[in-house]
């Protein structure tokens, strides 16, 4: 199983960044995707996740109505649209994949069991 984050990059506060993950290896359209970040000498945070048919998404409080997640099964494609960037915004984003089923995404980074790499988000002031 494979996950491959990428889309991230270096961008100046009020901009956008779009992220896709790519899975490889399972089924995507099987499992809960999310979104998780990690910024320098903090812990890995929840961001988003929607549900196996995109029918239930969740964020965090600090991304509602700034950032948009996705998907598209037949391409085995999660995005992320990430607009109104912030400085706090900056870190290392991972796609995670949850095999268990349920009527709204988990936020517990427990309950994932695959994750990508990562792809570097920096938003300067």
């Known amino acids: 199983v494979q996950l491959q984050a990428s889309g991230g990059g270096l961008v100046q506060a009020g901009g956008s960044l779009r992220l896709s993950c790519a899975a490889s290896?399972?089924?995507?359209?099987?499992?809960?995707m999310g979104w998780f970040r990690q910024a320098p000498g903090k812990e890995r945070e929840f961001v988003s996740a929607?549900?196996?048919?995109?029918?239930?998404?969740l964020y965090a409080d600090s991304v509602r109505g700034r950032f948009t997640i996705s998907r598209d099964n037949a391409q085995n494609t999660v995005s992320l649209q990430m607009n109104s960037l912030k400085p706090e915004d900056t870190g290392v984003y991972y796609c995670?994949?949850?095999?268990?089923?349920?009527?709204?995404?988990?936020?517990?980074?427990?309950?994932?069991?695959?994750w990508g790499q990562g792809t570097q988000v920096t938003v300067s002031s």
């Open positions: 995670a994949a949850d095999r268990s089923s349920t009527l709204y995404p988990r936020q517990a980074a427990r309950f994932y069991t695959y």
């Open positions: 290896g399972l089924t995507q359209r099987d499992y809960v």
């Open positions: 929607i549900t196996e048919r995109g029918g239930n998404t």
